[in-house]
């Protein structure tokens, strides 16, 4: 078992990310649209009659191409939106501008560091093409995308659902908080909130409604982490409801978010999916007995059953006591093997989940944990099995995954060698 530990060892250090370690001297980069996210939300406006339709950009720095001057970096783009109509006319627009200045190089690809951008538009229910142009202001180059949505008449209804908006609460990006991240997938500070925003609308003001929604995990279909039912006798045509959850609230996982909404003679439902990764959170906070039992891949058997009767200081002591053995350098706070083992974990908990697993205990969370990204995945869903390879170049094997039953649920059907 020794031996199966110094191969995780040299297995793990091999297999982070190497921008752990990696820097280049260039910072030139072109325009595309595939790292933003362009959210678009619809919503009924107090405004008799009126729509508002909310607009939201989640801009990774590593999209810009930043300048070097004189030792800092820079980038210059200017955003623009339009909300164009059937005719083809403009019927609102904004233009916006962005300046950013860094001084490590590391911020001018990051992923994390992001420019969120929020405009609101009233305007009447109809069919729309929403345009987003952004414009690198030095090499005036301009890059485009247009969605098309369908702004739906609230007012004709006797009762209606918004669009379903998650996002962070205290979320400190220049001078704006409480911003709408307009991803399925949501990365959380552990310092911050995940708030769900949604708004009802009822055109007889007398009316009593009745307003139920629950949080599914989609690992645990039966065993709602959030349920609760409201009767809403209020005089409004419109209200706006909200969940404030904590890390405490929401372990790492893909969930379904999910209304109804009911008068008397109407019901109507609407759902949302989206995945949670609590990060920057130190991982003592995390369920250490839990943490414990996701190292069993790395675990000797004696290990694996002595921790698990452990009290829970013997079980903190057992964990750092563990973790220190990968550490290559005890003087600093961090423990990169560590922290990219719970990374891996908890994106296999967010990917790779079904309706039997939570993620880290299905084949392909295994492999993940034990090998991070593949060099290589072809997936196949389109056959019957559907399934899925995943190739490491570091290990020379090849994994296939079958959903034989075709219930979303992969199994490890073979493992071969790659060939030379």
Same mark, same amino acid.
């Given at each position: 078992?020794?031996?199966?530990?110094? !191969?995780?060892?040299?297995?793990?250090?091999? %297999?982070?990310? +190497?921008?752990?370690?990696?820097?280049?001297?260039?910072?030139?980069?072109?325009?595309?649209?595939?790292?933003?996210?362009?959210?678009?939300?619809?919503?009924? &406006?107090?405004?008799?009659?009126?729509?508002?339709?909310?607009?939201?950009?989640?801009?990774?720095? &590593?999209?810009?191409?930043?300048?070097? /001057?004189?030792?800092?970096?820079?980038?210059?783009?200017? !955003?623009?939106?339009?909300?164009?109509?059937?005719?083809?006319?403009?019927?609102?627009? /904004?233009?916006?501008?962005?300046?950013?200045?860094?001084?490590?190089?590391?911020?001018?690809?990051?992923?994390?560091?992001?420019?969120?951008?929020?405009?609101? !538009?009233?305007?009447?229910?109809?069919?729309?093409?929403?345009?987003?142009?952004?414009?690198?202001?030095?090499?005036? @180059?301009?890059?485009?995308?247009?969605?098309?949505?369908?702004?739906?008449?609230?007012?004709?209804?006797?009762?209606?659902?918004?669009?379903?908006?998650?996002?962070?609460?205290?979320?400190?990006?220049?001078?704006?908080?409480?911003?709408?991240?307009?991803?399925?997938?949501?990365?959380?500070?552990?310092? %911050?909130?995940?708030?769900?925003?949604?708004?009802?609308?009822?055109?007889?003001?007398?009316?009593?409604?009745?307003?139920?929604?629950?949080?599914?995990? =989609?690992?645990?279909?039966? %065993?709602?982490?959030?349920?609760?039912?409201?009767?809403?006798?209020?005089?409004?045509?419109?209200?706006?409801?909200?969940?404030?959850? @904590?890390?405490?609230?929401?372990?790492?996982?893909?969930?379904?978010?999910?209304?109804?909404?009911?008068?008397?003679?109407?019901?109507?439902? =609407?759902?949302?999916?989206?995945?949670?990764?609590?990060?920057?959170?130190?991982?003592?906070?995390?369920?250490?007995?839990?943490?414990?039992?996701?190292?069993?891949?790395?675990?000797?058997?004696?290990?694996?059953?002595? &921790?698990?009767?452990?009290?829970?200081?013997?079980?903190?002591?057992?964990?750092?006591?563990?973790?220190?053995?990968?550490?290559?350098? %005890?003087?600093?706070?961090?423990?990169?093997?560590?922290?990219?083992?719970?990374?891996?974990?908890?994106?296999?908990?967010?990917?790779?989940?079904? &309706?039997?697993?939570?993620?880290?205990?299905?084949?392909?969370?295994?492999?993940?944990?034990?090998?991070?990204?593949?060099?290589?995945?072809?997936?196949?869903?389109?056959?019957?099995?559907?399934?899925?390879?995943?190739?490491?170049?570091?290990?020379?094997?090849?994994?296939?995954?079958?959903?034989? !039953?075709?219930?979303?649920? +992969?199994?490890?059907?073979?493992?071969?060698?790659?060939?030379?």
């Amino acid at each position: 078992m020794k031996i199966l530990k110094s !191969f995780f060892a040299v297995i793990f250090f091999l %297999t982070i990310p +190497f921008s752990l370690f990696a820097q280049t001297d260039i910072a030139d980069k072109k325009l595309n649209l595939n790292n933003i996210v362009f959210g678009i939300y619809d919503t009924p &406006s107090e405004k008799e009659g009126m729509n508002t339709l909310y607009i939201y950009l989640k801009i990774p720095y &590593s999209f810009f191409r930043f300048v070097k /001057k004189d030792g800092t970096f820079l980038a210059d783009y200017e !955003f623009a939106v339009e909300v164009i109509d059937k005719w083809n006319n403009v019927q609102k627009s /904004k233009t916006m501008t962005e300046k950013i200045e860094v001084y490590d190089y590391a911020d001018t690809n990051s992923d994390k560091k992001i420019v969120l951008k929020e405009i609101v !538009f009233e305007i009447l229910p109809d069919i729309y093409n929403v345009r987003l142009v952004i414009t690198d202001q030095d090499l005036k @180059k301009s890059i485009s995308q247009t969605k098309e949505v369908k702004l739906r008449n609230f007012w004709k209804d006797e009762i209606g659902i918004s669009d379903i908006i998650v996002f962070l609460k205290d979320v400190e990006v220049d001078t704006l908080k409480n911003i709408i991240i307009p991803k399925p997938n949501v990365n959380i500070n552990y310092n %911050t909130g995940l708030v769900i925003n949604y708004y009802i609308f009822k055109s007889n003001l007398n009316a009593t409604l009745k307003l139920s929604s629950k949080i599914i995990p =989609k690992f645990s279909p039966n %065993t709602p982490i959030y349920e609760k039912s409201f009767k809403i006798n209020d005089n409004k045509y419109v209200s706006k409801w909200e969940i404030d959850l @904590k890390y405490a609230d929401m372990p790492v996982g893909p969930y379904i978010f999910r209304i109804e909404l009911a008068s008397e003679k109407i019901k109507k439902e =609407k759902e949302v999916e989206f995945s949670v990764l609590w990060e920057n959170y130190p991982v003592l906070e995390r369920d250490i007995k839990k943490s414990l039992e996701q190292m069993k891949y790395i675990f000797t058997e004696e290990e694996y059953k002595t &921790s698990s009767s452990m009290n829970q200081k013997e079980a903190i002591d057992f964990f750092i006591s563990f973790w220190i053995k990968f550490d290559s350098d %005890t003087t600093t706070e961090k423990n990169e093997v560590m922290e990219e083992y719970f990374r891996r974990v908890d994106y296999s908990i967010q990917n790779f989940s079904d &309706s039997e697993n939570e993620g880290w205990k299905t084949d392909r969370g295994k492999i993940y944990i034990l090998y991070g990204e593949p060099n290589r995945i072809i997936n196949q869903r389109n056959l019957i099995p559907p399934y899925e390879t995943w190739e490491y170049n570091i290990i020379n094997k090849r994994y296939i995954f079958w959903d034989e !039953f075709m219930t979303g649920i +992969f199994k490890l059907k073979s493992v071969y060698d790659l060939k030379k």
